[in-house]
T-cell receptor, first 109, second 116 residues
Framework: GIQVEQSPPDLILQEGANSTLRCNFS?????LQWFHQNPWGQLINLFY???GTKQNGRLSATTVATERYSLLYISSSQTTDSGVYFC???????????FGQGTRLTINP | EAGVVQSPRYKIIEKKQPVAFWCNPI?????LYWYLQNLGQGPELLIR????????DSQLPKDRFSAERLKGVDSTLKIQPAELGDSAVYLC??????????????FGPGTRLLVL
C-alpha cells in the first residue's frame, strides 16, 4: 500500500512565526487532504488538494503530484494553530485514505 | 449544516464487557467511515460504507468487532468482548462519493474508550 511520511514530527514556534509542513507519499494519488487535530481531538479538514495550490486565510497548501509531495504553509501563527497536522492520501487500489503520522505544532505566546 | 455526530464522547468499561458507539453522518453523505486512532498516531480505517453496504471491512477485527449502517444513514460500531488493547479513540467520518471518487471527509468528535 501507499506510504505517507510527514516532517518534521514536532515543531515549536513563537506566536507570529511562519511554518512549512511537508508530506511525502510513495505513489501517485488523486486525492490528498490536510487535517488539523486540535488539542481536544477534533479533526478539521483544511484542504482537499490532489494538485496545485490553494489558500484559505493564513493557511495555504501546494501539492506537486508529479514529485509526490505536498506542503502546508502557516503564516503569522497564533496559539490556536497548535495541534497535530495530518496529511492523508487515497490509496487508489483500496479506495481509502491513508494518514501520515502527523506533525505536532506548538505555538507559544 | 450540522456536522458528524458521535456518542458517547467517553466510555470506560472493564475488559470482556461489550461496548457500542453511534454515529450520525452529515445529511446527504452517502459514504461513512469508522477509524481507530491510537495515541500519537494517525487514524486507521476500520470499515467504510457506501450507503448501507460495507465495501471495505478488511481492517475490521471480525472476531470481536461488528458494525452496521441501517437504512444507509446512522451507524453503530460494536466491540464484544472488549480487550485492554482496544483503548483508543474511535472516529466516525462521512463524505460524498461520486462515481467512485472520494470527496472531502468530515470527522466527528470521536469516542474515547478506556478498557480497564
Amino acid at each position: 500500500g501507499i506510504q505517507v511520511e510527514q516532517s518534521p514530527p514536532d515543531l515549536i514556534l513563537q506566536e507570529g512565526a511562519n511554518s512549512t509542513l511537508r508530506c511525502n507519499f510513495s505513489d501517485s494519488v488523486n486525492n490528498l487532504q490536510w487535517f488539523h487535530q486540535n488539542p481536544w481531538g477534533q479533526l478539521i479538514n483544511l484542504f482537499y488538494i490532489p494538485s496545485g495550490t490553494k489558500q484559505n486565510g493564513r493557511l495555504s497548501a501546494t501539492t506537486v503530484a508529479t514529485e509526490r509531495y505536498s506542503l502546508l504553509y502557516i503564516s503569522s501563527s497564533q496559539t490556536t494553530d497548535s495541534g497535530v497536522y495530518f496529511c492523508a492520501v487515497e490509496d487508489q487500489g483500496a479506495q481509502k485514505l491513508v494518514f501520515g503520522q502527523g506533525t505536532r505544532l506548538t505555538i507559544n505566546p | 449544516e450540522a456536522g458528524v455526530v458521535q456518542s458517547p464522547r467517553y466510555k470506560i468499561i472493564e475488559k470482556k464487557q461489550p461496548v457500542a458507539f453511534w454515529c450520525n453522518p452529515i445529511s446527504g453523505h452517502n459514504t461513512l467511515y469508522w477509524y481507530l486512532q491510537n495515541l500519537g498516531q494517525g487514524p486507521e480505517l476500520l470499515i467504510r460504507y457506501e450507503n448501507e453496504e460495507a465495501v471495505d471491512d478488511s481492517q475490521l477485527p471480525k472476531d470481536r468487532f461488528s458494525a452496521e449502517r441501517l437504512k444507509g444513514v446512522d451507524s453503530t460500531l460494536k466491540i464484544q468482548p472488549a480487550e485492554l488493547g482496544d483503548s483508543a479513540v474511535y472516529l466516525c467520518a462521512s463524505s460524498r462519493s461520486v462515481g467512485g471518487r472520494m470527496e472531502t471527509q468530515y470527522f466527528g468528535p470521536g469516542t474515547r474508550l478506556l478498557v480497564l
